[in-house]
């Protein structure tokens, strides 16, 4: 069987695991989820098809999808993907330089960790062809154009509520000057009776001992009428 099919799908979903690591990234404090189950599929897809090609002692294939999965586990973390269950792909088994003094009985063969089935030309739900890659890129455009329109909305929200602030700002400072100008108004008529009462002040004092004379005339002259009376 030709490893060509088997290399260049996991090369598209290398690709395709890539982009939705950095959408992920992009967005990741609104969405820390996103995308994270079709990450981790891909992930084990890959790594499933890394121990097959070291397994079947392809190096020119294995080493470069072996870095590529690395650095795809380096982007979702160590966390994620312990959570995850995802373990790095184990190095070759080196090859002994001593003379085999036994061959190996075949069924001791190293195979594929339990939890992950070799990859195999067969299709699989988590493999995607190039049909499924663009349909995938169209859902990834699809949600980024949804949470473009979101981000639009709030700022068209914003704009609205800060033109509102505006209005109402302009409204409380056309206030704020009428009673400036009621206040200098009040002012100045404080200031005016305050110098009317100053005048009048001093004048009682200066006319003083005079009108208390002028009263006690008038007392005394009606205190006359009333006797003679």
């Known amino acids: ?51 097959d ?6 190096d020119a294939t294995s080493e470069p999808l072996r870095a590529q999965f690395e650095r795809l586990m380096g982007m979702l ?51 995607l062809d190039d049909g499924g890659i663009l349909l995938q890129q169209r859902q990834m455009m699809e ?15 914003q704009h609205h509520i800060s033109l509102q602030i505006n209005d109402e700002l302009e409204v409380q400072t056309g206030l704020l000057d009428v009673l400036d100008t009621e206040l200098d108004g009040t002012d100045a008529r404080m200031r ?5 009462l100053e005048r009048f002040a001093r004048g009682a004092r200066e006319n003083g001992s005079t009108v208390t004379i002028v009263m006690l005339i008038i007392v005394l002259l009606i205190l006359i009428v009333i006797f003679k009376t």
């Open 192 to 196: 005016s009776a305050r110098r009317r």
């Open 77 to 127: 973390g160590e966390e994620e993907a312990r959570r995850a269950g995802l373990d790095s792909v184990p190095p070759p088994a080196p090859l002994s330089s001593s003379p085999p003094s036994t061959p190996s009985p075949p069924e001791r063969k190293i195979s594929p960790e339990p939890p992950f089935e070799p990859y195999t030309d067969d299709p699989d739900p988590s493999e």
């Open 53 to 58: 090609a070291q397994y079947q002692g392809n």
């Open 143 to 157: 949600a980024q154009d949804a949470h473009l329109d979101q981000l639009s909305s709030s700022i068209g929200r």
């Open 1 to 51: 069987m030709s490893s060509t099919g088997p290399n260049t799908k996991l090369t598209a979903l290398t690709t395709s695991t890539l982009t939705l690591l950095l959408e992920r990234q992009r967005l990741q404090t609104t969405h820390p989820s996103l995308h994270l189950h079709q990450i981790v599929s891909n992930l084990r897809v890959i790594r499933a098809g890394v121990i």
